[in-house]
Every structure is written in C-alpha cells, then in structure tokens.
C-alpha cells in the first residue's frame, strides 16, 4: 500500500470516476491510475470500484466503507509534512483561504495587510465560492481556512468558530422615495428587490422576515456579488438589499444606504476549518487578525 494508491482512489472518487481527468490531476498516464487502483484492491481483497468494462462507474459498498479511511490517511500524511515544516521553517509556507465574494471583497483585505506584515513569507492563496463550496474546500482538504456567513456551521466535520455579528442596509438611487419618512418592510415591499442568490450572505434572513410578515418579496435579479447589486440599482433596476459592510459611503456617493437591522435579523460569520486539520503557526495568526478573540488557546479549546 502506498501514498500514490490512495491518492489514486480519492481522485478518482471526486472527479466523477473519469480516469482521464484524474490522470491529468495526478500528473501521471491513465493506465498507471487503474493499475494503482487494482494493485491497492488486490492487497486489500476487496472490490472498490464497480466496473462497466474498463469504465468505472461507482463505489460499492466495501468501497464507500473504505473511502473515508483512505482520506483521513492522506490528511493524516499532510498533517505530518505541516507538523515538520512547522519546525523545518516556521514562518514560510503556504495558508489555502476559501471565502464568499463579501468575505474576500470587504471583510478580509485590512486582515491581509496586517497579516503580511507579521508573516511576509507566507503565501495566502484565496479560493472564493458560495459558503456550500467554501465548506466543500474545506472538507475535502483543499482549504485550510473556510470564512462565510451561511453553511458552515451544518457540517459535524467542521469546527464553526463565530467572529463577528453584521445587518444588511437596504441601498437607493439618490432621491429615491424610500429615503424619506421610516423604511418598513411593507414599504419595502412595494418595490423590486435587488440582493443575494438564495444560500449567501444573511439571504435567509432576508426571505424570512418577508414571509413572517406575510408579505411578497419580488426579487427581480439576484447575485452573489454586492458590487453587481449595487450596479443594477444605480441603472434603477430595483431596490437593493446588501450587507452593511458592502457600503462606503465615499465609493458610493451616488446611492443611498439606509440601515435595515430593524427590518432583518442579524447575521453570523463564521470562520471554519476542520477539525482533525493540522494548523500551522502562522494559520493560528491569520484567525486571530482576523478574529482577536479567537486566539491559539480559545481556537484549540473549541477543537
């Protein structure tokens, strides 16, 4: 049994059983991918794969029992390498960040700067995606660090650490009508929205305070990205609601933002890695930059 086995049975798992496909992410030839797989099911003596021909098609049932073996050794081997490098070379390396668009865009470049200042030789790659693929990142070991508001908390896998508490405000053309006199949401209501895809930034929040009051939400474009939202609102598509954060007043001197925190329930962002998941020193530094209360000791009782 070796390393390039089990990496073999994973890809293979993850890219959709397309051995041309995990070839080329193994860096290796197709035939060497199935011969690693048939030599790791022969030493075991157990089938893994179910096979159409020289395609496969799926797990079987002694595969699916095997496959979280299979990852939790390669996280393991990872760990190890982390554990020696923390010694080897103590501040350089590399930090895999995965984030929502508001997370990367508004909340996390102040914690960039300062943390490159304290840890100038470490490499931050950031991957951005909805907090269902942040979560993914994570548990297939390919971030480190998952920050979202939404989804997080829901896998058993992962430590969910909460950071800091937002609202969203809801954002105008200059002059608009509902800048004038109080914003409820049944005056709210009276307009198009603009805001967040379903599952992103607080959107849960959003579609339930509509529904406890009994109202329509018209929502008439969607994105995950405030940037766009705010666009679509300048053009006088519609009224948008987006996170407070995502509003300079300066940047955005051509709309008007009103707080919108008595209308909608606070939201939580969360700042995710997994459990069993070696962290490198300089990993603990990026948490608490980015979260002060959430330092070594707090981050390794939680865990």
């Not at 990367?104 to 304290?118: E, G, H, I, K, N």
């Not at 409820?184 to 929040?205: K, Q, S």
């Amino acid at each position: 049994m070796n390393f390039q086995q089990l990496r073999s049975v994973r890809e293979t798992q993850r890219r959709g059983f397309n051995l041309t496909d995990v070839a080329q992410a193994l860096h290796t030839s197709q035939p060497g991918v199935s011969r690693q797989i048939r030599e790791l099911e022969d030493e075991l003596g157990i089938a893994i794969f179910h096979r159409s021909g020289k395609r496969l098609t799926g797990l079987t049932e002694p595969g699916r029992q095997v496959l979280p073996i299979v990852e939790q050794l390669l996280l393991h081997a990872e760990n190890l390498k982390r554990a020696g490098a923390d010694f080897a070379r103590a501040d350089s390396g590399t930090l895999r960040i995965a984030a929502t668009h508001s997370q990367a865009r508004y909340a996390l470049p102040p914690v960039v700067r300062d943390f490159r200042a304290q840890h100038p030789e470490v490499e931050l790659q950031f991957q951005q995606g909805s907090p269902q693929q942040v979560a993914r990142l994570l548990l297939d070991g390919e971030a480190d660090i998952g920050i979202a508001t939404e989804a997080l908390a829901l896998h058993e896998e992962l430590l969910a650490l909460p950071c800091y508490r937002w609202t969203h405000s809801v954002i105008l053309p200059l002059g608009h009508e509902l800048s004038m006199g109080e914003l409820t949401l049944e005056r709210l209501a009276a307009y198009p929205i603009i805001t967040y895809e379903v599952g992103y930034t607080g959107r849960a929040h959003i579609d339930a305070a509509f529904a406890q009051a009994g109202l329509p939400l018209k929502v008439v474009l969607s994105a995950m990205d405030a940037d766009v939202i705010k666009t679509y609102v300048e053009l006088g598509i519609g009224v948008g609601i987006v996170a407070s954060i995502a509003y300079d007043e300066e940047r955005d001197a051509h709309l008007h933002a009103i707080d919108a925190r008595h209308l909608f329930a606070d939201n939580m962002t969360r700042l995710a890695l997994r459990r069993d998941a070696y962290l490198r020193d300089y990993a603990y530094s990026f948490i608490e930059t980015f979260a002060p209360p959430l330092n070594r000791r707090a981050v390794d009782e939680a865990r």
